[in-house]
């Protein structure tokens, strides 16, 4: 358990370190505990997550991308990109690898022959096990909840949610440079 998880009451009002006694936690240092665990947990999430998808038979942007073109029918290449939040040159990858595999295929456009749209070519069967068989293993992440968690949980990452869509500031302080 890491330091921050540990000096952070369940509660958000005692703290509790290690092999001592409880103290107040002020709001800083509750913040800053969340701040730590949450980055924690999204990374220990994706990796887990990635182990998963990989389980079911694929990684997860290819799952997603396959399960989106499944559900919509063919997509053009930039809306995938959209879809899945990564860029037009990553879709061409995934595309380029699923094309390989045989898994989908480029086509022309009806109407404009600028657009490319990416439809599949192996068995919407196949893709709906997979990502059902992706899904459960996810669900089963939070078997250990219970449902009262479980919708407490559900509430709070709705909240947090919506606070990034309210956040259209995306300027990065001064001195940080942005991942690439």
């Known amino acids: 358990m890491s330091t921050a998880s540990s000096e952070a009451g369940v509660d958000g009002g005692t703290a509790m ?7 107040p936690v002020d709001e800083s ?6 701040v730590l665990q949450t980055g924690a947990f999204t990374d220990a999430f994706g990796r887990w997550a990635s182990h998963k ?17 499944m559900c919509h029918g063919p997509q053009k290449m930039a809306d995938l990109a ?3 939040t990564v860029t037009p040159r990553n879709v061409t990858a995934l595309v380029d690898g699923l094309e390989g595999e045989g898994l989908v295929r ?8 600028r657009i490319t749209l990416v439809e599949l070519t192996c068995s919407p069967d196949r893709v709906a096990a997979q990502f059902q068989t992706y899904q459960a293993s996810i669900e089963r992440l939070f078997d250990v909840l219970t449902i009262d968690d479980q919708r407490t949980l559900l509430r709070l990452l709705a909240t947090l949610h919506e606070r990034l869509h309210v956040e259209t500031d995306c300027s990065i302080p001064s001195g940080e440079a942005p991942d690439a």
Request: glycine residues 8%; charged residues 20%; without cysteine.
């Open 29 to 34: 240092s509750t913040v800053a505990a969340l």
């Open 82 to 84: 959209d879809e899945l």
């Open 53 to 69: 998808a990989a389980e079911a038979g694929a990684s997860v942007p290819r799952l997603r991308l396959l399960y989106a073109v």
């Open 106 to 113: 480029r086509v022309p456009h009806s109407t404009d022959r």
């Open 17 to 23: 370190p290690i092999g001592g006694t409880p103290r």
